[in-house]
């Protein structure tokens, strides 16, 4: 909630921070609710979140659509996040030096696979898409920014598996409300459970239930338990998803995995770390990918 003696002008004060531009931090609030709300909003329930009369807020969002910071629907009026926002927010990703990398290991994995694969993170949106390398195009395509749904997509039931409830439980109320209002079944929680238990049992969640009617491998890239910085998903071609190109695409996976959370410094379990150190094959895989990789990198460097 905007605080209302700030939004008539009156700056606020907090432990001896300085007085900032008031007009700016409004706006940057009204965004703030914008962002977190996770769909599209209407100018009325904008201004009831924010505090703000309507004609007021209206001149703030009429400023932000002006420069492509959020968009206002030409069908029901709706606002949301533009353009502009899509590219600060993922021009700060890929300041992370992980983000990079893993956005490289993409791009192995997809020469060495031949296979559509792709790099989700999660934001307040829900899995966002970062990179997608394609290969055999599937039957649909997504653009980098797009948010998917955490029951009814393979990577947001992974995130779903791995995050807090605290992370998750306000978009999954969200969905199952939106399936009550469409008319549309929704899974029971004990459903839902048994999926995300059976999930959390195997390394890489293989599926037909996605987004992209193909077969899917699905891994997390995991700093520790319930904190997943990213997801990789491997989407294999139409007729390529048999039970030897599947064990091919998974052993490219858990490389890529132990190759990012290596790198990074993350927590990887102590018997697995010692199963892969005596993995030749593994080994094996691993080079394959840091090969890949060094030529994706030697490439962008010409």
Known sequence: ????????????RKSNQPVGIQTVETAL??????????????LSELSRKSG?????????????????????????????????????GLAALSRHDFISSAQDIVGALAAN?????????WTELGPTLVRMEMRSPPLTTLRV????????????????????????????????????????AFPTLR???????????????????????NTVGVIPILRRKQDPLCVIIAILPSGHAGPSQRER???????ARDILQKECGFDIEESARSLRTTDSKTREVQSQLDKAVSNIKRGKGK
């Open 1 to 12: 909630m905007i605080n209302l003696a700030a939004a008539r002008g009156r700056p606020r």
């Open 29 to 42: 609030d009204v965004l703030s609710i914008i962002t977190q709300e996770g769909f599209p909003i209407g």
């Open 52 to 88: 703000l009369i309507p004609s007021k807020l209206h001149r703030y969002l009429v400023t932000l659509v002006r420069y492509g910071i959020v968009k206002q629907s030409i069908a029901n009026g709706m606002y949301d996040l533009g353009p502009t926002a899509l590219r600060i």
């Open 113 to 121: 696979t031949e296979s559509t694969v792709a790099l989700y993170v």
């Open 145 to 184: 920014g797009t948010a998917l749904p955490l029951v009814g997509s393979a990577t947001g039931r992974v995130f779903l598996a791995h995050l807090p409830m605290s992370e998750t439980a306000r978009l999954l109320r969200k969905e199952r409300a939106a399936a009550k209002t469409d008319g549309i």
């Open 191 to 213: 459903e839902i459970n048994s999926t995300l238990d059976a999930i959390r049992d195997s390394e890489i969640y293989w599926t037909r239930d996605a987004i992209i009617q």
């Open 249 to 255: 695409v998974g052993e490219q996976l858990l490389a």
